[in-house]
């Protein structure tokens, strides 16, 4: 294949439709971790607080912490007017919550590299599950089979409108799903922020969300459609 031959599949390939299938990868991954949860037993108080303990459960699967985390003193006249909102507020107060050393790249990303985890506030609630003896390997390992699924039925469903001749065509696919899927988790990151009983609040840790939430679809999403290139060729 020529060079021109490889920019006109490149810009023909349906980045669209990868896209496209990243919330329904997600939403598939969070409805698993739900029931597993509901066997487990995660999180107690109201719906939203659950629900928020739910996201970051999902999180945790992906191998992205939860940090604590607060509103920065700046942002308090901004943040507790949204938070006051009835319904969506405590959902939105996540726009303004920045995790432990957020603040900090350089020193919060060297604390992650040498293990420092307790001194980030990095805590994750799959490992805590003990209640009922679910094995936590089958929490971080619903994302994979997810997302494999999905980049399998992304490359089926659009074979034949692509030119894949190599293993690194085959990783487009899972390149597309991946740029949907961290927008996805970006997003998520704000809505299951949870505040605690004693007031602390606990999210994502948002540094390692972007390594994890682009590398978990990359890898298993191409896993997924190369099995459709293995198939066919």
């Known amino acids: 294949m020529t060079s021109d031959q490889t920019e006109e599949s490149f810009a023909e390939f349906p980045w669209r439709a990868g896209m496209a299938r990243a919330p329904s990868a997600f939403l598939a991954v969070f409805v698993m971790t739900a029931a597993v949860a509901a066997v487990d037993g995660l999180g107690s ?19 992205i912490p939860a940090t604590t985390g607060a509103v920065p003193q700046a942002l308090v006249p901004v943040a507790d007017p949204v938070a006051s909102i009835p319904g969506l507020g405590r959902l939105l107060r996540g726009l303004f919550t920045f995790g432990t050393g957020h603040a900090a790249p350089v020193s919060h990303v060297g604390g992650i590299v040498s293990g420092r985890t307790a001194a980030i506030g990095h805590l994750s609630l799959v490992t805590q599950q003990n209640q009922t003896g679910v094995p936590v ?8 089979v997810a997302l494999v699924g999905a980049g399998y039925e992304f490359a089926d469903s659009h074979w034949a409108e692509t030119t894949t001749e190599s293993f690194a065509a085959v990783a487009r696919f899972g390149l597309a799903i991946a740029a949907g899927y961290l927008v996805v988790l970006l997003v998520g990151s704000v809505l299951f922020t949870a505040v605690l009983v004693g007031g602390g609040t606990i999210l994502a840790d948002r540094y390692l969300l972007v390594v994890y939430g682009f590398a978990y679809p990359t890898v298993f ?7 459709v290139y293995r198939d066919r060729t």
């Open 45 to 63: 108080g109201s719906l939203q607080r659950r629900f928020a303990l739910l996201g970051i459960a999902v999180f945790n699967a992906h191998n």
């Open 221 to 227: 999403a191409t896993l997924g459609a190369w099995v």
């Open 137 to 144: 390997v089958v929490y971080y390992l619903l994302a994979p």
